[in-house]
């Protein structure tokens, strides 16, 4: 799942690849996509099941031509930027990925039915009629939380070094909008009220946006210019934008009336206590070659004053390093979407210091972690819900 969900990133940045890396890199797909869809279709179809040879032949014939047209799909929708083709293709990865999870899984009910004595046809017919099942639920299910407006995740933050005239500060957070083929313009109105509803002092958006040109998705991110923020509304980019025209996204989200936080920070102030909000690109930004792009803390916090608090927006949590270092108080994140599908969690662990949440990394550095409030790929969310944050920060107690 890991290569494959990285394969349209790749095509989606058309690097250009030596030809061994390329070949090893083909080599590594082809052999992924022949587990995902090999084992599901064993599972299904041959261990012990004594499906009639008609039924066998129909289900191998399916599994391959499926195989064999999602690698197609993926180039021709991520790479050659049709939308009907990555719909198929996203949704062919979310299916082929539950099947291949609850197909292993059910090797452990093989297990406890053979150790019952249970024998076969009878136990593998179990163990498919099981798979399928809780591979359908799923999916339903899963279908149905990805397209949902988000919830609301209410999360205390306490920042020592706030001021009292900020104790109480709204700050929503949305993240990995992900705007892409399949239009969700009502979701996006949808996020936007339920964003005003809060009635939020600061709104940010820790990047990827889009999965697509400006152009291409408008009408999705149109709604972005009716939230409403007593002080600010920011934003940085994320490594989708830089798949998609990052500075066409920045571009137009200042034109909607955003302060695109490109390595700089603006300072707002209540009850006399100031509070320093910065930005910094993705970490992705160096190797896109757009000039000045590139994760700069020291441009970001350039000229402010080093008694007041930071809240930073950096968009992966592989970030926090260079923020404890720059003594930022609070960093705000995205772009695990808290794993999306079960159990592919354990694979950005692989990648990432943090999957979701609030964690402390020093003794003055927090990080929040948000699980995005849209979703990438696959139109499914699978014990991973997402979220619009909303993070109320408060000073420290004041000692009697």
Do not use: C
């Not at 599994?63 to 083709?85: E, K, Q």
């Not at 923020?323 to 950005?348: E, K």
Request: proline share 6%; no cysteine.
């Amino acid at each position: 799942m890991l290569a494959l969900m990285s394969v349209g990133e790749a095509v989606e940045s058309e690097p250009k690849r030596r030809s061994p890396r390329r070949a090893i890199f083909g080599f590594v797909v082809l052999a992924v996509v022949a587990l995902l869809f090999g084992v599901p279709l064993m599972t299904l179809f041959f261990s012990g099941n004594a499906w009639p040879l008609e039924v066998r032949l129909a289900g191998t014939a399916v599994f391959v031509l499926v195989a064999l047209a999602f690698p197609v799909l993926m180039f021709r929708g991520h790479g050659g930027h049709s939308d009907t083709a990555s719909v198929i293709a996203d949704t062919l990865l979310g299916v082929v990925w539950v099947l291949f999870t609850w197909s292993v899984i059910g090797q452990v009910l093989d297990l406890v039915l053979r150790l019952a004595g249970v024998d076969d046809p009878v136990r593998s017919r179990v163990v498919t009629a099981v798979v399928l099942l809780i591979s359908v639920v799923l999916l339903v299910w899963g279908h149905t939380e990805a397209m949902r407006v988000s919830r609301v995740r209410r999360v205390d933050v306490t920042v020592p070094r706030l001021g009292p005239g900020l104790d109480g500060l709204k700050v929503v957070q949305i993240t990995d909008t992900h705007y892409g083929p399949i239009d969700r313009s009502r979701w996006s109105q949808g996020v936007t009220r339920v964003i005003n509803s809060l009635e939020p002092d600061v709104v940010a958006h820790t990047g990827d946006i889009a999965d697509g040109q400006v152009a291409q998705r408008t009408s999705q991110a149109a709604p972005l210019g009716d939230v409403r923020a007593t002080f600010a509304r920011v934003y940085v980019t994320g490594n989708h934008e830089y798949y998609s025209g990052a500075l066409g996204w920045v571009d137009h989200m200042t034109s909607l009336g955003w302060d695109a936080l490109h390595n700089r920070h603006i300072v707002i102030t209540r009850g006399g206590d100031s509070l320093i909000i910065a930005g910094v690109d993705d970490r992705t930004a160096a190797g896109s070659g757009l000039p000045g792009h590139h994760a700069d803390h020291e441009a970001a916090l350039a000229g402010t004053d080093p008694s007041l608090p930071v809240l930073l927006l950096a968009h992966q949590p592989h970030q926090i390093d260079a923020a404890v270092q720059h003594g930022v108080d609070l960093q705000l994140s995205g772009h695990t979407h808290g794993g999306q599908m079960w159990p592919f969690h354990y694979l950005v662990r692989l990648d990432q210091p943090v999957l979701q949440g609030l964690s402390r990394h020093s003794e003055r550095t927090q990080l929040y972690t948000s699980r995005g409030t849209g979703f990438w790929g696959p139109p499914f969310r699978i014990f991973a819900p997402s979220e619009i944050t909303l993070l109320t920060l408060r000073a420290a107690p004041t000692p009697h």
